[in-house]
């Protein structure tokens, strides 16, 4: 009875969002205002909305949008859908196509043994070792839901050799570590999460793989280092244990699945050349100048080359053309608030209260991430609070990705489960060992280290020359 109601009252107000759009197409604009952003401020609020109320995918909503605003004259057809072709969308295209060729190939499975391979036994040895294998792969699966796949599985096999029962802190330990770093610590990398590229979907500003790695890394080594540290101090199993009976995995464990693996088949070697040649273009871009995207497309076109992916490949969920769709509506949706003059009305609005913060870069980006953490507790989603953001902050003297980059690392939070989704996908791979309330004391965990990696890259980013 209670979700009836729920759904009636987002449906009424989702109406009464589309009588205010239809009203601001006939009132006069408001002053500063022209006619065509007053359309487009009506068509704003209403996707706003949806967004909130979700009575449709997000991605659809961003879609619609685009279309009502054709059909408002905002924009025409080209300016509307030219972020289907920019250099963002083609990024996470390559990307995708690059990641499920790479997975098919069992290379990056190959990868998590020998890292694992690397480490003592002990709890504490595998949560390192867990831990580096998810950052080792990070930046060449944008899916999270795809490097859990490939993880999660090698995990769940750890813990039944250590002997940790279901729910208990060992293996709660060992899967949460590999849940927080690969979900929440990927964006470190342009390549390393759909939450980056949907970051660099409203922004506007020029950037490639390597500059956006130096731009995150001091946020990254901090959520990355304070995410270990908690785990193998919370969750240990060997506290107050005797040292004779601390539990130990068996190197012969990880060798055992090596050896089922066999020697790198013909598929892997390519998979790795590959993988190795996009990471070295990637970092050295500004250099030869050839484009991540390109090289993204690229990488993807040679593993077709090789059957590494296939029709099937592209027709399935691995591409994840509905995240392709939302990213790219997205980068529409800003380009027409900056076009129909309607940031820059947003911008004059608040110019004066601005002012007081202008000065302060630190209460800016402090104030962006706990304002970002605290609207996912009301189930917002930090997309809306971002292009807002960006309108209500360009008086401010710093890059826009100073603005986005907190707000979009604190939009990851898991402390209930719609707001991400990518941890239900963890905990149905875990196949009973945890469940989203076992993984809370770690989401807690992570918006601190969110908050402070964030606070602490204000200094560096001013080395950097991203706030003036």
């Known amino acids: 009875m209670a979700n009836g109601k729920s759904g009636s009252a987002k449906m009424v107000l989702v109406i009464l969002a589309s009588i205010l759009m239809i009203a601001f197409f006939f009132i006069d604009p408001f002053p500063g205002l022209e006619p065509v952003g007053m359309r487009f401020l009506g068509i704003f609020i209403w996707w706003i909305v949806l967004m909130v109320t979700e009575p449709i995918p997000t991605y659809l909503s961003c879609l619609a949008g685009l279309v009502v605003a054709i059909a408002a004259g905002c924009a025409t057809f080209d300016e509307a859908f030219a972020s289907f072709a920019s250099s963002t969308a083609i990024l996470l295209i390559g990307a995708f196509g690059l990641a499920t060729g790479l997975t098919n190939s069992g290379l990056l499975n190959r990868l998590a043994l020998l890292v694992m391979k690397l480490f003592p036994g002990t709890y504490k040895g595998q949560v390192l070792a867990v831990s580096i294998a998810s950052l080792v792969i990070a930046p060449t699966i944008p899916s999270t839901t795809a ?100 539990k130990v995995l068996g190197k012969d464990v990880i060798q055992q699945r090596l050896n089922a693996l066999g020697k790198m088949s013909r598929n892997e070697i390519v998979a790795l050349l590959v993988l190795l040649v996009s990471i070295a273009l990637w970092i050295t871009e500004s250099t030869h100048g050839i484009p991540t995207a390109v090289v993204a497309v690229g990488a993807w076109v040679v593993l077709c080359a090789f059957n590494l992916f296939s029709t099937a490949d592209f027709n399935s969920g691995k591409m994840m053309w509905t995240v392709w769709a939302l990213v790219a509506a997205v980068l529409g949706f800003v380009d027409l608030m900056s076009s129909t003059g309607l940031s820059t009305w947003i911008g004059d609005l608040v110019a004066p209260a601005i002012e007081v913060v202008a000065g302060s870069p630190a209460l800016v980006v402090i104030g962006c991430a706990v304002l970002s953490a605290l609207l996912m507790m009301a189930l917002v989603n930090y997309l809306i609070f971002a292009a807002l953001a960006l309108a209500l902050l360009a008086a401010v003297p710093m890059d826009p990705l100073c603005i986005l980059f907190p707000i979009c690392m604190c939009g990851m939070i898991f402390i209930l489960p719609p707001q991400n989704v990518c941890v239900l996908a963890v905990e149905g791979l875990a196949g009973g060992r945890i469940s989203f309330k076992d993984l809370r004391p770690a989401a807690v965990a992570y918006i601190v280290t969110c908050i402070i990696g964030c606070a602490a890259s204000i200094p560096w980013w001013s080395i950097l020359g991203y706030i003036y």
């Open 147 to 246: 490097k859990s796949a490939v993880l999660v599985p090698v995990v769940n096999s750890i813990c039944d050799e250590l002997g940790y029962e279901p729910h208990s802190k060992g293996a709660v330990g060992l899967i949460s570590v590999c849940n927080t770093v690969t979900n929440c610590c990927g964006p470190m990398f342009m390549t390393g999460g759909i939450v980056a590229a949907v970051m660099l979907s409203l922004y506007t500003g020029s950037i490639n793989w390597g500059s956006y790695f130096l731009f995150a890394l001091v946020w990254g080594v901090i959520v990355f280092v304070g995410t270990v540290l908690f785990h193998l101090f919370y969750y240990n199993p060997d506290k107050g244990v005797p040292k004779d009976q601390i």
